[in-house]
């Protein structure tokens, strides 16, 4: 009940999206992805699903955690993921077997992204995302959050938005490598 899966219509069109950046509408290239604030899994088991090669999924809540990875063995996805149980505020996510992250999704708790400022937990995520997480230097940053909220008006560190999407209510915001 504490997580809140993306609606299929918008998960479908973050994929176009992202498949469109790399060239295969629909699809993930065989690269390692990063799944922040992960709960049920959703987008990274998608993920894998549509091409990705790894995918290493970062949980704070136990209950979820263990959901998730009982959920990868019945996938029979456990030789391709990674359950890393932790906050996600503190994130130190370990080495993916490619060496570098390609796409990270962070899908905070909507109380926790209502403040997009630089000093805000989510925007000093951003901001350290890069200097603690081995990532590509093409790398692509999804983060969902709340419409009338607004992450593409300053940069974070190195990242910086570079398209917003509306659906109702939410917003994704992606980001990439300045």
Do not use: W
């Amino acid at each position: 009940m504490r997580t809140r899966p993306m609606l299929d219509r918008v998960r479908q069109a973050v994929f176009n999206i992202i498949g469109a950046a790399y060239g295969d509408p629909g699809s993930v290239p065989p690269v390692a992805i990063l799944d922040v604030f992960a709960g049920s899994g959703a987008l990274g088991i998608e993920a894998l699903s549509r091409g990705a090669a790894h995918c290493c999924f970062v949980e704070e809540d136990f209950s979820a955690a263990r959901t998730l990875q009982a959920n990868l063995k019945t996938l029979d996805l456990l030789k391709q993921t990674q359950v890393v149980q932790t906050s996600a505020l503190t994130l130190k996510a370990p080495k993916p077997p490619q060496d570098l992250y390609t796409l990270v999704f962070l899908d905070p708790p909507y109380l926790l992204s209502r403040d997009s400022s630089a000093a805000s937990p989510i925007g000093e995520l951003l901001a350290k995302l890069p200097g603690q997480v081995p990532l590509d230097p093409s790398a692509l940053v999804v983060l969902r959050h709340e419409a009338d909220v607004h992450y593409d008006e300053q940069v974070y560190g190195r990242l910086e938005a570079f398209d917003v999407r509306r659906y109702g209510g939410m917003a994704i915001t992606f980001m990439g490598l300045m």
